[in-house]
């Protein structure tokens, strides 16, 4: 096979973006391929399990947590054009050098490998990203990180699963895009996707019924009556089912974690993005994700997530005060 260069991973049908941004699109591209192989062979080289450590946010890190957040640094150092990245995996933001020829500085909120305590039972995952463009003045300190998720101009996510696809949303469109596993390129598969009009399922995981308020209790109740029951527990494959068949996922605050389990500005921020490129909706229940300001880089948020009538419906349930 004849080795791609970066700038032929992925094969856009359509006009595709130019400048800085198409270089860091395809770098993920080149960064996806590598952490690909090693969710696939994981078992095959000592990836499984655990390192023994817990991230800033009490996540229990897998091998594949640090090996991919690796490759993906890398990725995004050689694009010259990348200056702060905020991940799972680090604590504190990763402030990067930028030669002077690049005109645009960008910043990145990642999560390298999303539901990495699915590979030892070799079930779906993925790899999300945010993207802002840096202020000029960027010094790469938490507080020009900490902007609303309405100020990204694009958003990637990576879904390992019976094929391997690259979402890509810009301020104009969604995108798909799936590896050809011979030549290592991304072929374009899915053009300008548009979440379905009616949702087909609803996504949660009812074994934490018992610990949510009488809202989502009411939601879920209703929620039951007209959809169908889809949780895979890895928010990728979760919501990349319901933006191409339609539906809504869901991660409450419960009594333990008012705020959920998931994160703002590396899960729930980029899925919001997207979700409203395809014509659909983000909330933490009270808001919209795109809206709220970010207080720290770890934050956990609420998230319902998909057709805007579905994400609406919550608040139609809501017991009145
Ligand atoms: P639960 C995976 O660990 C993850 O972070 C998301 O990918 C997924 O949506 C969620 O947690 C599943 O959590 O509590 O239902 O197992």
Request: charged share 20%; aromatic share 8%; hydrophobic share 35%.
């Amino acid at each position: 096979m004849v080795k791609k260069t970066k700038s032929e991973l992925i094969k856009w049908d359509s006009a595709s973006p130019d400048g800085e941004l198409a270089e860091i699109f395809n770098s993920l591209a080149a960064g996806a391929n590598q952490v690909a192989d090693l969710v696939m062979h994981a078992s095959l080289s000592n990836l499984m399990g655990l390192t023994g450590e817990i991230n800033t946010g009490g996540d229990i890190v897998h091998k594949l947590d640090i090996a991919s957040h690796n490759i993906f640094l890398d990725v995004l150092k050689t694009t010259g054009c990348v200056n702060v990245i905020g991940c799972e995996e680090s604590d504190e933001l990763i402030v990067l050098d930028c030669p002077k020829g690049k005109k645009q500085k960008y910043t990145i909120c990642m999560d390298p490998i999303d539901g990495s305590s699915n590979i030892d039972v070799a079930i779906t995952v993925g790899s999300i990203f945010g993207i802002w463009q840096s202020p000029t003045d960027d010094t790469g300190d938490t507080t020009s990180f900490l902007r609303p998720g309405d100020e990204q101009v694009a958003a990637v996510y990576f879904i390992y699963g019976s094929s391997i696809v690259m979402i890509i949303a810009t301020q104009n469109s969604v995108n798909g895009f799936t590896l050809n596993p011979l030549t290592k390129q991304f072929m374009h598969t899915h053009r300008n996707i548009q979440l379905p009009e009616k949702g087909k399922y609803y996504s949660v995981n009812e074994g934490n019924f018992s610990t949510w308020d009488q809202n989502y209790q009411n939601y879920v109740t209703l929620l039951r009556s007209k959809l169908s029951a889809r949780y895979v527990g890895s928010l990728v494959a979760d919501f990349h089912r319901n933006l191409l068949k339609g539906g809504v996922f869901l991660y409450p605050g419960d009594v333990k974690n008012k705020q959920g389990k998931l994160r703002l500005m590396y899960e729930a921020n980029p899925l919001a993005f997207i979700i409203t490129q395809a014509g659909g909706s983000a909330s933490d229940g009270e808001r919209s994700i795109l809206e709220i300001q970010p207080q720290n880089v770890h934050q956990r948020t609420p998230l319902i997530i998909g057709n805007t009538d579905l994400v609406k419906g919550f608040k139609k349930t809501e017991v009145k005060a």
